[in-house]
């Protein structure tokens, strides 16, 4: 069984990147190389939504994953990310996720439904339930980052 872990994390800084790297501390995954996956779930696995904790041996490791994540440095302005994604019903535990952004949370709850209605309409397998994960965060006085982030494995580069 593969377990893929759902984090999530908002942060903020003096820069954008300092606000996406402050997210990525919040999810427990700033000591971590991000690859980023398209979006289907291999057979045999289960979404674990808790924060992520990397081992501090595993500082620098590669971390294959999908991920949503909406940056603002706008004073008043509201930014949400969030993944989607959908089980297949039959025992294979495989699926689909989708990652969107948006102003609002019913913005990304849309875009979300519409992508996972739409991908499933054309495959061949029977699918569950559309489940998702949403954060939000407002800008204030410094710039701002929404992540949600679906670890599916780490490890090192030798």
Excluded at 39 to 61: A, L, M, R
Excluded at 90 to 102: A, I, P, R, Y
Excluded at 126 to 144: L, N, T, W
Aim: with cysteine; charged share 25%; aromatic share 8%.
């Amino acid at each position: 069984m593969v377990d893929i872990i759902l984090t999530t994390g908002t942060g903020q800084g003096p820069t954008e990147l300092s606000a996406f790297d402050s997210a990525l501390n919040s999810a427990g995954i700033s000591n971590l190389n991000l690859i980023h996956l398209s979006s289907v779930i291999p057979n045999n696995s289960k979404i674990i939504e808790k924060k992520y904790f990397t081992d501090p041996k595993e500082y620098g490791y590669k971390a294959y994953c999908v991920f949503s994540r909406n940056i603002t440095s706008k004073r008043g302005d509201k930014v949400y990310a969030g993944l989607g994604w959908l089980m297949k019903s039959d025992t294979s535990n495989g699926g689909l996720f989708v990652e969107h952004q948006c102003s609002t949370e019913e913005g990304v709850r849309k875009h979300i439904t519409d992508s996972l209605t739409r991908m499933q309409e054309y495959r061949k397998e029977k699918y569950a339930k559309i489940q998702m994960k949403i954060i939000g965060i407002e800008c204030k006085d410094q710039p701002v980052c929404a992540l949600v982030c679906a670890i599916y494995k780490t490890e090192g580069w030798e």
